[in-house]
Structure formats: structure tokens, C-alpha cells
């Protein structure tokens, strides 16, 4: 990363086990004892024993080779399903619709095939961070920000700590990694705090809708991946801290999407009873879980 542009993005970043700043020495970041590399212009903010048994495992999923064969793999299983995967990441970045010359962060930004079209929904003046825990993802989304006109900022670091102050992003996104997240209340309540309160997040994953468990597509999604037959994790959403939430569904059904704005305190003082017993209705309701198919 050019200095110029990790003088940008120090005063974001923040120690993601301390929450102190971070101060540049040499090719170093340092908050107190602890030292974090920068490698390949990557700053490298994650303690590897800190990282959770499951995040660790699916990080290895995700190395040299996987990293290689992963764009065209994605986009001949698109085709397979009927999907053209370009219009279906556009749609998803135009789903976030981040205000115009804002600061987008992808969370789990793996090659950076979002990059794109985040980049055209954010406009000319907008400037995006893309975080990974895969050094491998993060390479080949380094590649792919270079032919991008607006700065891309790549930082390895753990969903679950994300490594920025809180209120600092004007809208965030994420697609494809928290079903298989350590920690998916964690992640999501991290994704809410380092977004600036109004702006809109986005989540996805695979989970097929209730419609789509039923047909033939359906049935051979989950055949050839369980994790379609995952449900949208509602029981993980922050609801004190989100406002205007939608579900949407994505790549034919096979995928859920959330939409929702970080609360604003000013407006949530006001309707503080109302919006807290509303959280614990949805979190009763939605944990119950549904009737099994497939046996689970
Ligand atoms: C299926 S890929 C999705 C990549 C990209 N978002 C896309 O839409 O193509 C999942 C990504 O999640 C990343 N990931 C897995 N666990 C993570 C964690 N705990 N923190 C950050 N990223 C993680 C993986 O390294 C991988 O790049």
C-alpha cells in the first residue's frame, strides 16, 4: 500500500483486541506491546491465537489454490444455476445504495469480485476498505483494486474484531462468509458499530428461501452444499441498533439477504420502550425455529 494511502487509513484503524489507535513505525503498526506487520502493503491486524477454532479452519479453506480457482469457480457455478454473476453482484451493491462519496467497508472482501460494483454504486468521490482473513483472498482482491478509480484499502483482519472505531463507515457490506463465521452475533454487532449511525448494511449468505426449498434447484443446491440449507440468522441481529430491516433473497433463492440501517440514538431516545420490547418480540419469534425439512 502507497504511504499516502496508509496515511488515510491509520486514523480508522484501531487495535482490535484493545480499541486503542495505531501508530506507524517502520513497516509496522504498534498499539502498546502489540506489533502488527504490514506485509505486501497489507497490514496484517489479527493475533492468529485469537482467531476461534472454526475461523481458523475456514480461513485454510480459503488458501493459495482456493484463492486461484475461486472467481472462475463462482462464475461457472452462477451459470450452472441460471445466473448471470455480475448483474447479481450489482444488484447486491446497488441493495447497499451508499450515499455518493462515501467510505464503504466490504467485510470478508475475498478476490475483491464485489470491488467493482461497489466501487460504480459509491460513485467517483468514494473510497472503499476491504477487509479478509484469507492473506490469499487479500492478494487477489489487491490485483483486482489496482484497476479500480477510486482507492481501495486492504486490511487482513477477523470479522469478529473488526479493527476500525466506531461510526466510521458510511455504509457496509458483506456476502458469503458469516454462516460460517466463529461468532455471527459477534460479527454482525461489529459491522453495526463501525457503521456511522443511518447508514445501510447488507448481509448475505447461502440459505435458501422457503419457496426455493421446494423445488428441484432447491434440492440440488443443498445436495452439492449444506450450507444452503442454512436459515437467515435473525436470532443474531442486533435489533436495538438497527432500523428498517428487510430480507431479500439473491442468486435465485439460493441466497438470503439483510438490509438494514444502523439506529440513530437521537431517534431511538425517543421510543426507547417500544423499540426494545419490538427487539425482544423478534428475537422470541424468530428463534423458534422453523419446521424441519430435509430431516434438520
Ligand atoms: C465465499 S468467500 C466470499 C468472498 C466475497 N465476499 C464474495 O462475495 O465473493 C468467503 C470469504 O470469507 C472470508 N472469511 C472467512 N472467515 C472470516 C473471518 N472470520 N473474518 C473475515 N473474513 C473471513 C474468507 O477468507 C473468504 O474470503
Known amino acids: 500500500m502507497p504511504a499516502a494511502q496508509l496515511e488515510l ?26 506489533v502488527y506487520p504490514i506485509q505486501n502493503g497489507i497490514p496484517n491486524l489479527v493475533r492468529e491465537e485469537q482467531v476461534s477454532a472454526i475461523d481458523q479452519y475456514f480461513q485454510q479453506q480459503y488458501g493459495a489454490e482456493a484463492a486461484r480457482a475461486y472467481d472462475r469457480a463462482i462464475f461457472l457455478l452462477s451459470l450452472l444455476i441460471g445466473c448471470w454473476e455480475p448483474a447479481q453482484r450489482r444488484r447486491l451493491a446497488q441493495l447497499l445504495d451508499p450515499p455518493t462519496g462515501g467510505l464503504v467497508l466490504e467485510v470478508s472482501v475475498g478476490t475483491g469480485a464485489n470491488l467493482p460494483f461497489l466501487s460504480e454504486a459509491v460513485g467517483q468521490r468514494g473510497e472503499i476498505v476491504g477487509i479478509d482473513l484469507s492473506p490469499a483472498m487479500l492478494q487477489r482482491a489487491h ?12 486490511v487482513r483482519a477477523d470479522a469478529c474484531r473488526l479493527p476500525f472505531a466506531d461510526n466510521t463507515f458510511d455504509a457496509v457490506f458483506h456476502f458469503g462468509g458469516i454462516n460460517m463465521f466463529g461468532d455471527v452475533p459477534r460479527a454482525l454487532r461489529e459491522m453495526v458499530r463501525v457503521a456511522k449511525p443511518g447508514a445501510p448494511v447488507v448481509v448475505g449468505d447461502e440459505g435458501l428461501s422457503e419457496n426455493r426449498r421446494r423445488t428441484f434447484l432447491g434440492r440440488r443446491a443443498a445436495k452439492m452444499n449444506n450450507l444452503y440449507l442454512c436459515r437467515p440468522p435473525f436470532a443474531a441481529v442486533p435489533w436495538e441498533d438497527v432500523q428498517g430491516f428487510q430480507l431479500h433473497w439473491a442468486w435465485r433463492e439460493l441466497f438470503y439477504v439483510f438490509r438494514f440501517h444502523k439506529g440513530c440514538p437521537a431517534a431511538r431516545s425517543q421510543e426507547d420502550h417500544a423499540v426494545s420490547v419490538q427487539a425482544e418480540v423478534r428475537r422470541r419469534v424468530l428463534e423458534s425455529p422453523p419446521p424441519g425439512e430435509y430431516g434438520i
Not at 18 to 26: D, F, I, V
Not at 143 to 151: F, K, M, N, W
Open 143 to 154: 490485483g483486482r483494486a489496482q484497476d479500480l478509480s477510486i482507492p481501495v484499502h486492504l
Open 9 to 34: 487509513l491509520l486514523p480508522l484503524l484501531r487495535c482490535p483486541y484493545t480499541g486503542s489507535a495505531l501508530r506507524l513505525a517502520g513497516n509496522t503498526l504498534q498499539s502498546g506491546a502489540h
